[in-house]
């Protein structure tokens, strides 16, 4: 079974960085598909980054608040943790955010994903 450790939240004012990252046991990381979601207060979850085995294919969402352009998904198979560097950080930004493995289906929706983090909490101050 996958377990996911994310670290790296706290507290940041506006135009600040951050850089979360995710930490797996269990299994073979290279293998697995990685996205980064958040939630914030009221909201449902919503999907930031997605990243291959390989980091071959990255994805963002072009919706809403977008992150593109913002953040960046990457990952380190020899140390088995994936990070999401976000930078430009907004008031919106401000949410729980999670790590978790892929299993099938649109990257785009928390379904589609099997193992979940704990997360950690990002607060943006304006």
């Known amino acids: 079974q996958v377990q996911l450790v994310e670290s790296g939240g706290g507290l940041v004012q506006a135009g600040g960085s951050l850089r979360l990252s995710c930490a797996a046991s269990?299994?073979?990381?290279?293998?697995?598909?990685m996205g980064w979601f958040r939630q914030a207060p009221g909201k449902e979850r919503e999907f930031v980054a997605y990243?291959?085995?390989?980091?071959?294919?990255?994805?963002?969402?072009d919706y809403g608040d977008s992150v593109k352009g913002r953040f960046a998904i990457s990952r380190d198979n020899a140390k088995n943790t994936v990070y999401l560097q976000m930078n430009s950080l907004k008031p919106s930004d401000t949410a729980v955010y999670f790590c978790a493995e892929y299993r099938r289906g649109s990257v785009y929706y928390a379904t589609s994903y099997d193992y979940w983090g704990q997360g950690t909490r990002v607060t943006v101050s304006s």
């Open positions: 269990g299994g073979t990381f290279s293998s697995y598909t």
């Open positions: 990243i291959s085995g390989s980091a071959g294919r990255i994805y963002y969402p």
